[in-house]
């Protein structure tokens, strides 16, 4: 097991950031193949319509949307490391879990469990490296490494677990996927020390003795302060309530396309047991979304670049979206997954750092984590709509709808294009343009 090896041959004088990046790529390795696998044997093993994969996404989406926060929460008063090391504990009893059933509710209840996992994992892996290094200028050089990490590992992880799932049952392919997570929950509590956690302000002050009522209620009040900051900004800056809206819409489009593109392929021509056809297309996907970000990085620090690049990769997945759709074979079916599906991811990331530039350090983990529950209320919501129109529409139209909210998705990011004041100055008569502009900024 990678997990296994990984703890043989680091020692305790190994770098944090190393430690890290290590963890970031047996992680992607993990649950990338493993969710390859799983795709294809919802599909083939459970038989799922194309209804019920997306109300499994649906069911996983809201679990994580209600836990998002709290979650968060629990990682900043008591501690990331054993947040991580809860969130691999749920994941990969999850991940087995899975592959031991086949009926529509058991799988709702597994992937309600995935779901659940992730909220522990996010944000609190970023906090304990930056707080655990305690060094600005390495952070970012380690993230950047973590961000390579997770691109090659989620290719080794398509590749190798993929091509494991063509020589074992896919059942069991899944068991050992989620036995290697657990044990890399053993690599967290083994190699990642937690010594800079500080507590909140309200939690330093007299009278906060651990365990007490007094130090309970000033947690929960600190934590309720930091919530409701962040919620202030959010909804006190137009940029942020654009990219909260965009949120929505595309991750609600990505979870139903996701699980929506291999019944379509399947329906088109796809062989009946298609893991290495889909192992190709995820791979080729995933290195073409890399080869866009490399052609990107340069220029991400341009004032319009990362707007532009959303606008680009909605309208790409757009595209696809369509294109599969009205594919009548696999080939161009694949062409059009390859489309979507390789630009579909490049959203997230543009928009997790457009959101980080309006934001301050002070409440940033708690406006990423109001922008990851926009991310599961979207799926939850999307998914809902496009799972009805699977069912009494189709699939091809339920693709269609895909497409249309991603089309309305490049439409409601292009209004950032004309300033708030500007679009004041065209809707008001010349006398009173400036205070029109004003007005209509002051709002923003």
């Not at 459970?46 to 649906?58: D, E, F, I, M």
């Not at 896919?170 to 044990?183: C, E, H, W």
């Not at 959303?310 to 309208?315: L, S």
């Not at 630009?343 to 934001?359: H, Y």
Request: glycine share 12%.
């Amino acid at each position: 097991m990678i997990s296994l090896t990984l703890l043989l041959v680091t020692d305790g004088t190994t770098d944090l950031g190393t430690v890290f990046v290590r963890w970031s790529w047996c992680r992607a390795v993990l649950h990338r193949g493993w969710w390859l696998v799983t795709s294809v044997y919802l599909v083939v093993d459970a038989r799922l319509p194309a209804s019920q994969l997306v109300l499994v996404g649906v069911a996983q989406a809201g679990v994580a949307l209600v836990f998002e926060v709290p979650a968060g929460v629990l990682a900043d008063t008591f501690s990331r490391k054993w947040s991580l090391v809860v969130s691999h504990l749920l994941m990969g009893t999850s991940m087995a879990a899975t592959a031991l059933v086949t009926g529509f509710w058991a799988l709702v209840a597994t992937q309600m469990l995935w779901g659940l996992s992730w909220t522990f994992a996010s944000g609190a892996d970023v906090a304990w490296v930056s707080d655990e290094l305690d060094e600005p200028a390495r952070v970012s050089a380690v993230l950047l490494r973590s961000g390579r990490a997770q691109l090659t590992g989620a290719v080794a992880g398509m590749v190798g677990i993929g091509g494991l799932a063509g020589l074992l049952p896919r059942g069991t392919v899944m068991v050992l996927a989620g036995a290697a997570m657990l044990l890399l929950g053993l690599y967290v509590m083994l190699r990642f020390p937690e010594r800079r956690l500080v507590p909140p302000p309200r939690l330093r002050g007299p009278g906060a003795r651990p365990g007490s009522a007094a130090t309970s209620a000033r947690r929960w009040s600190a934590s309720w302060s930091i919530l409701v900051r962040g919620a202030a900004l959010v909804r006190g800056s137009r940029v942020t309530v654009v990219l909260f809206a965009a949120t929505f819409l595309v991750n609600g489009v990505a979870g139903a396309f996701g699980r929506l593109y291999p019944l379509r392929l399947v329906d088109i021509g796809l062989p009946t047991d298609p893991v290495a056809w889909l192992t190709a297309l995820g791979v080729l996907a995933f290195l073409m979304g890399a080869a866009a970000l490399r052609l990107v990085q340069p220029h991400v620090e341009g004032v319009h670049t990362v707007r532009r690049c959303y606008v680009v990769a909605c309208g790409v997945a757009a595209v696809g979206a369509v294109g599969l759709a009205g594919a009548p074979e696999e080939v161009s079916g694949s062409m059009a997954v390859l489309l979507a599906a390789g630009a579909l991811p490049l959203t997230r990331t543009f928009g997790t750092i457009w959101v980080n530039r309006q934001t301050s350090g002070d409440i940033r983990a708690t406006v990423h984590s109001l922008l990851a529950q926009a991310d599961y209320l979207g799926v939850v919501a999307c998914g809902l709509a496009v799972a009805a129109t699977a069912r009494f529409a189709g699939l091809p139209l339920a693709l269609v709808a895909c497409g249309a909210l991603l089309t309305a998705t490049v439409l409601l990011i292009q209004c950032l294009g004309v300033p708030p004041g500007v679009i004041g100055r065209r809707l008001a008569r010349p006398g009173r343009a400036a205070a029109s502009g004003g007005r209509t900024s002051a709002r923003g």
